[in-house]
Each structure stands twice: as structure tokens, then as C-alpha cells.
């Protein structure tokens, strides 16, 4: 029991003690006066007073019901009804109270619990028996109580309570230890001289937790909104709202104010390279994404500087605030459309270098036929089976032979280049002997040699002895590489060294000349096809540059490299690895 139900009690109390204390001095004062004149008179003078007293009494009697005791009886009464509504009252703030979800707790002055219902039960983990006449304190962390306990001394002492009926987000701590936040909203009354408070307490964990949640999305949404290299940009009716760091980087821009309130048609051009004026565009761009939600299309805008982009721009559409509003990712696609313009441009060239390739495959065959007619009647010719031949026809047959030996090796050369470039040339490896495949070539360069004034000068390796090659591609490599280094000497002459060395699983071969040599801004395109450092040079030296192309493409073939290092006008070094077994 409260001590509020407690004070109602002793009032009642007090009324009935009031009525019975009067009638019982009415009923002494008229015993005392029937005693005194029984005592002072005559029996028949007694009986005449006490006849007279009776007849006071049934005068008074009613005169005191009317006036006294009714009175006190309809105030008994009516504090019944009153007493009867207060504890139905009472039954059914408890009932509320006890079936609340939020914890109630009243506590008095000194700040123990004097009301506890099954919300705070069910929140903090104490019953009711646990918790009542213990300290509110108790439900609080450590490092909050002090200051709840200041703050309660303060309003006690002074009776001012700023805090009360607002809502406060305080810490609340529960039987097993365990902090969560909590809502309290605080109330105080009093009862005679006696202060009491209550607070209603909210368990506002799963509010926090959603909060988080809320404030983590939208930080993770404003991270990838800020970092996103797209330029992200909302608008409306009105214009451009908002936008991330990478608008104002893709558009030249220096602050989000210099394109807030901006339409789209600002930054873009007066026309787009369909020739519709942007306007116009941009409506029915806008008009499809209403309809459709989404809208994906290539765009040209504008940068600031004047500066036109390509774009591939997607627009969105959602509710911002009730309104409907836009959300345009784009994304400068500049470098994109080069490279795809390079693509389509690789492609033109591979195809026009496959119909080069199948060009001079069949040309190659077609001169090849006649050509080989040609050699054979020379050489008969040669061999005077058909009759005999002065020096003169002598030497313009070998002339001939010699051109058409030359015209078929060239044919040749074209054939492996068709072949090498459509990945068709196939290797026929077996085990070569370095030393003769060396000493054959260099018979083939011998006479050229004598020709140009060179010496050619060898330094075999004897620990290289045998390698894994297609033995005529490998010859090729020697004689094209041999061939150049004489070709390419000076007028006086010069010297050719090759050598071979064997370094590890790996055959090393150089050929050194002391000739023309090569630019250094020339040295990275003598290895292209139909290419020579000078064009004066194929006239003067001969060849088409194919040489060093095929070079090059052979050796590869084999899993080697080959490298070179010249001085213009002291000579070059050819050098080329391969593996000793394939």
C-alpha cells in the first residue's frame, strides 16, 4: 500500500471516530442529568425529569439527525463512493501500469523504489521483490550515477526540476551487466511534504540499431557517391541539385555552385552529332526515362572550357522528398572511343594485310613458274647441250642465271613471309652440327665477299657443337645476317666475324662487321617487312628488306631473340639466341 492510500485511510478513520465521540457525549450529559435529579429528589419528581428528559431527547434527537449526524452519515457515505471509485481507479492504473510495454517506476524522495511494474521487469531483469525500496541508481551504469545523484540532490533541495516531462537518452543497465540506451521521460508530484517521482522508460536499442544501420548506408552511399569516378548528378524541373567530386572534375569545374540550378542543355552542346538540337534531345530523353524508369544513351557534352566529350550517360528516375527527380551517371568515354576507333582501324589493317598476303602468295606462284622455265633453259644453255657458246651469250647466261637465282630467292622470301605472317610456316627441327652448317653458308657469301673487299673470320665455340633446329630456316638466319654484313660494307672493305658460344641450355651466335653501321633512331625498324634505314641503300645495296623481318620472325619461331648494337659509320653487331634443344 502507497503511502497516498495510506492518508485516505486515516481520514475515514478520523470522521467515524468525530460522530461516535459526539453521540457518545450526548448520551453520557443526558445519564448524568437523569442520575443527578434521581439523586436530589423525590422518586415522582424523578420520573417527572426523566419524562421531561426523554422528551428532550425525542425533541433533539431528531433535531440532531437532521443537523449533525445526517450530514455525517452523507459524507460517510459519499467518501465510500469516493473511496470505492479511487480504488477502482486505482485497480485499473495498476492494471494499465503492470500490462505497459515501457517500464514505470516511482520512487520517492530519497530516490528508492517505491513502484515497479512487469515492464521494468521484463527490461532490466529485476521482479518486483528485488527492486522495491532499492536505489533508482542501481539501474544505471557507474559512470552515469554521480551525476544522477547530483542532479536528484539538486532538485530535492530546491524544488526545481527543469528535466521534468522531457524525454532524455540516457544508458540503462540491466541485472546481468549488460548497457543499452534507453528513453526517459520524467514526472513529479507530491503528497503532503513528501516529493515522489516517476519515469517512463523506453528500451530504444532496436531504434538505435536501425539508426546505425540508416547512418551506415547512407555513409556508404556518400562514399561511393563521392568516390565514384562517374559523375553523378540529381536534378529536377528546376535543374541540377546536387552532385559528387567527379562532376566537377569530368566537366571542369571548380565548386558544386557552378552547376547547381544548371539545366542539362548547359552543359552540352547547341546540337548533337545526329544534328537534333540538344533541347529537344534532352526532352525526350527525359520523357523515356519516365516512362521507361531507366534511359542508356551515348551523349555529347560540354566541359566548361569549351571542350566537347563523348559520354555514355545513364538517367534514372525516382522519388527525392515526394518529388519526382533524376539521377544522371555519366561516364567520359573519350579514350573508350579512341580505342575503338584504333580496334576498327587494326581490323581494316589485318584484313588488308591478309588480302596483301594472299596477294603475293599467288603472284609469288606465278612468278615462280615462269621463273623456273627461265633457270632451266639458261642452264642448258649453260651446258651447251644445245650447241656451243661464245664469251659473250657465255656471260649473258650467267647473267641471267644469276638474276633468276636472285628473282627465285626473293619469291622464296615472299612465300615465308606470307606464310610466317599467317601463322602457317611449320619447323621441321632435327639435330644440326653447328661447325658445317656455318662452313655451307659461308661458301654461299664467299664469292660477295671477295667481291666487297671483307674478310669473314670465325670463333666456334667447341662446347657448341650440335643444336635442334629446322636446318634450312637456321642456315636462313646465318645467311641473311652474313649476307647483310657484307652487302652493307664500306667501300674499302672491312671484316666479319661470326661466332657462336654455347651459354648454358642456350646457343649464342654474333655476326660483328666493321660496315656502314645504323642510326640509332633507325635501329627500331630494320626489322620490319619491306624496310631499310635508307631507301638510297636499296638502291645502291640491293634487297627489299625483307631479310631481317624474316629474320627475326625465324628466329622467334626456333624461342629465341635476337638484339642488335650499331654505330653509324664504325658497324654492327647482330646477335641471336636459341635454344640447344627445342
Known sequence: MTKYETSLKEKDSIIQILIFFIITIFIAEFSIMVLFDFLQSNPFDFFNSLLDSLLLVLILFPLMYIYLYRPL???????????????????????????????????????????????????????????????????????????????????????????????????????????????????????????????????????????????????????????????????????????NNATLKIFGLSTKEDILKMHPTQVSPPYQPDGVDSQTAVNNKIAQVFSKGTNHFEWVHRKKSGEDFSADVLLTAFK??????????????????????????????????????????????????????????????????????????????????????????????????????????????????????????????????????????????????????????FKIILFNLLDNAVKFSKPEGGEVIISSKKEGNMAKFSVFDTGIGISEEKVGSIFRSFQQVDTGLSRKYGGVGLGLAITKQLIELHGGTITVESKLGIGSTFTFILPVNL
Not at 82 to 105: K, P
Not at 399 to 420: A, E, F
Not at 422 to 433: M, P
Open 73 to 243: 452519515l452523507l459524507e460517510i457515505k459519499e467518501h465510500k463512493i469516493r473511496e470505492a471509485r479511487l480504488q477502482q481507479s486505482e485497480e485499473c492504473f495498476h492494471n494499465l501500469m503492470q500490462s505497459a510495454y515501457d517500464s514505470i517506476i516511482v520512487v520517492d524522495g530519497k530516490g528508492d523504489i517505491i513502484t515497479w511494474n512487469n515492464g521494468a521487469k521484463n527490461m532490466f531483469g529485476y521482479s518486483e521483490e528485488e527492486a522495491l525500496g532499492k536505489p533508482l541508481m542501481m539501474l544505471m551504469p557507474e559512470k552515469f550515477r554521480h551525476v544522477h545523484k547530483t542532479k536528484l540532490d539538486m532538485v530535492t533541495s530546491t524544488g526545481k526540476a527543469n528535466l521534468m516531462g522531457k524525454v532524455l537518452e540516457l544508458q540503462g543497465l540491466k541485472k546481468d551487466g549488460v548497457e543499452f540506451p534507453i528513453e526517459l521521460t520524467l514526472a513529479t508530484w507530491e503528497v503532503g511534504k513528501e516529493r515522489f517521482y516517476s519515469g517512463i522508460i523506453r528500451d530504444i536499442s532496436e531504434r538505435k540499431a536501425a539508426q546505425e544501420v540508416i547512418i551506415e548506408s547512407e555513409e556508404k552511399f556518400r562514399t561511393l557517391y563521392d568516390s565514384s569516378s562517374d559523375a553523378i548528378m540529381l536534378f529536377d524541373e528546376k535543374g541540377f541539385f546536387d552532385c
Open 320 to 473: 527525392f522528398k515526394g518529388k519526382p527527380v533524376l539521377q544522371a551517371t555519366v561516364r567520359d568515354i573519350t579514350e573508350r572511343k579512341k580505342m575503338e576507333a584504333l580496334r576498327l582501324e587494326n581490323e581494316r589493317l589485318v584484313q588488308a594485310n591478309q588480302v596483301k598476303a594472299e596477294f603475293l602468295a599467288v603472284m609469288s606462284h606465278e612468278l615462280r613458274t615462269p621463273m623456273n622455265a627461265i633457270l632451266g633453259f639458261s642452264t642448258l644453255l649453260k651446258q651447251k647441250i644445245v650447241g656451243g657458246l661464245n664469251e659473250k651469250q657465255e656471260k649473258y647466261v650467267d647473267n641471267i642465271i644469276t638474276g633468276g637465282k636472285h628473282q627465285i630467292n626473293l619469291i622464296d622470301m615472299i612465300l615465308d613471309m606470307t606464310k610466317l605472317e599467317a601463322g602457317k610456316l611449320e619447323l621441321t627441327t632435327k639435330k644440326i652440327f653447328v661447325p658445317d652448317a656455318i662452313k655451307d653458308v659461308l661458301i654461299l657469301v664467299k664469292q660477295q665477299a671477295e667481291e666487297h673487299k671483307v674478310i669473314i673470320k670465325t670463333e666456334i665455340d667447341p662446347a657448341l657443337d650440335n643444336i635442334y633446329a629446322d636446318e634450312q630456316r
